[in-house]
């Protein structure tokens, strides 16, 4: 058992970088006790190489779909890199990388309802996740998720359809977990536990919590008395006002310049947020505001890459920027391990759509993503386990593809597990042309790091999307 207690480091007065405090990802952690059975479903069918494609996700009474947040693509790149780390390194499944990417390209984005699309995804090569190679898949793997009803419990269901058989899908595992505050997060679910009711502390209570918000939220469940779901006290009262000045405690604002940019509610499906992307060349700044009483830390991703160290776990698993009760940080960019900094830059057009499928963002381009953890009390009741790394960037992740070995341990670092021994873009959708990314051709010295002590909560107090459009 690993201690939840660490050191921590700061970059200047009140921007800490946090060891996370010990957490379970449920599905994650289902996801690589079923690795074995996976593989034997391949194996059974004489698999040599095995693309991933986005999972289709179905929440509370709305509709299954493919955009549903970041669990889509999300869950896709866990399967992937589940089969890159559990690979046999003698005779290994082929994986493929992102065939999302290249179905898209190939305007095959349709194929979970268009039987000769999803008939042709056979007919295409597709590099592989290691090594210089393509290759043709004999099988495809997809799925879903289904968060529905009163939302307590999340369904993961992984499928399989072969080139014999492509129009057949054949489910693989399924398993059952209880819903929390991640997978509220993944399902691109908003919520703000720091809202309830007092004496509500267990990780279990603020779950319930933030499920029934999140369910206000859509509509589910109605303000005052349901007879199907009787208030209990961990429901959240009727959500106020929407505003970004109380995500848990914290406000946000995007600079461009010294000019205040206006947030408006979103006008179309996904982040309930939208800003209008800042002018090229302009100095671009995130601030982060305390406006409670207690420290607190925050995951900021930009693009689905945490602004610290660029990372791509689970949030609950990211370095974290602390802020003590009343104080504001100005995050500039993305804050590299070298204790350097590339400030955050602005492209438009063909350079942010090169960008765009350079690093096959797809629909997680132009998010803005505020996680708010509080500072863990004492009968914080979450528990060890791993969290599988997601899409990782070009610049993390390029040169481990040389080879199976060097990827396999690229990945199991993030995810916090070793080998074991076995006896056996997208949906057809364009992507925003107005994007901030990290600018490596101007890293700046960052401020002097220095350790502090926090120990964050397991599950984030609140969650916020914002999206970058168009002017």
């Not at 399967?79 to 082929?94: K, T, Y």
């Not at 609950?316 to 104080?327: D, F, I, N, T």
């Not at 797809?362 to 863990?376: C, H, L, M, N, S």
Request: aromatic fraction near 4%; glycine fraction near 8%; proline fraction near 7%.
């Amino acid at each position: 058992m690993v201690s939840t207690a660490r050191r921590a480091l700061v970059v200047c007065v009140g921007l800490a970088l946090t060891t996370p405090a010990a957490r379970a990802d449920r599905i994650d952690a289902k996801l690589h006790e079923n690795a074995p059975a996976i593989l034997a479903a391949l194996n059974k069918q004489g698999v040599k190489t095995v693309g991933v494609l986005r999972f289709r996700a179905e929440r509370g009474k709305k509709p299954e779909s493919f955009d549903t947040g970041p669990i889509n693509d999300g869950l896709a790149a866990r399967v992937e890199n589940l089969l890159v780390i559990h690979a046999d390194r003698g005779h290994p499944v082929g994986v493929l990388r992102d065939p999302n990417h290249e179905a898209a390209a190939n305007k095959l984005g349709h194929w979970f309802t268009n039987t000769a699309d999803r008939k042709k995804l056979f007919d295409h090569a597709y590099n592989l996740a290691w090594g210089d190679g393509t290759a043709r898949p004999d099988a495809f793997l997809t799925g879903e998720v289904r968060c529905t009803g009163d939302m307590v419990k999340t369904t993961v269901v992984v499928e399989m359809f072969t080139a014999a058989n492509p129009t057949k899908l054949v489910p693989v595992v399924e398993f059952t977990v209880d819903t929390d505050r991640l997978i509220l997060a993944d399902l691109g679910q908003r919520f703000n536990v720091a809202r309830r009711g007092p004496g509500v502390r267990r990780a279990a209570d603020l779950d319930r919590f933030a499920i029934g918000e999140a369910r206000r939220r859509d509509g589910d469940l109605p303000d005052g008395a349901d007879p199907a779901n009787p208030p209990t006290p961990t429901d959240p009262p009727p959500a106020p006002t929407e505003t970004l000045t109380d995500i848990g405690g914290v406000s946000f604002q995007l600079l461009s310049g010294d000019a205040v940019q206006t947030i408006n509610p979103a006008k179309s499906a996904g982040a309930k947020w939208e800003v209008t992307s800042p002018p090229p060349g302009q100095p671009v700044t995130m601030v982060l505001k305390n406006t409670s009483g207690k420290r607190l830390g925050v995951v900021l991703k930009v693009n689905e890459v945490s602004t610290i160290f660029e990372q791509v776990e689970d949030s609950a698993l990211c370095r974290k920027w602390v802020l003590e009760p009343g104080k504001e940080i100005k995050v500039k960019g993305f804050y590299q391990e070298g204790k350097q900094v590339a400030p955050f830059k602005i492209l438009v057009g063909d350079e942010a759509r090169q960008f765009v499928e350079q690093q096959q963002l797809g629909d997680k381009a132009g998010k803005i993503r505020v996680e708010v953890f509080a500072e863990a009390a004492g009968d914080d009741d979450t528990a060890l386990a791993i969290s599988l790394p997601r899409r990782m960037p070009e610049g993390r992740i390029g040169v481990a593809r040389r080879d199976l070995a060097s990827l396999q341990t690229a990945l199991m670092k993030p995810a916090r597990v070793t080998r074991a021994t076995r006896t056996e873009t997208v949906d057809g959708k364009a992507v925003k042309r107005e994007i901030i990314v990290p600018d490596k051709q101007a890293l700046q010295p960052s401020p002097e790091l220095k350790e502090v002590d926090f120990k964050p909560s397991g599950s984030p107090v609140a969650a916020e999307l914002i999206q970058i459009v168009k002017p």
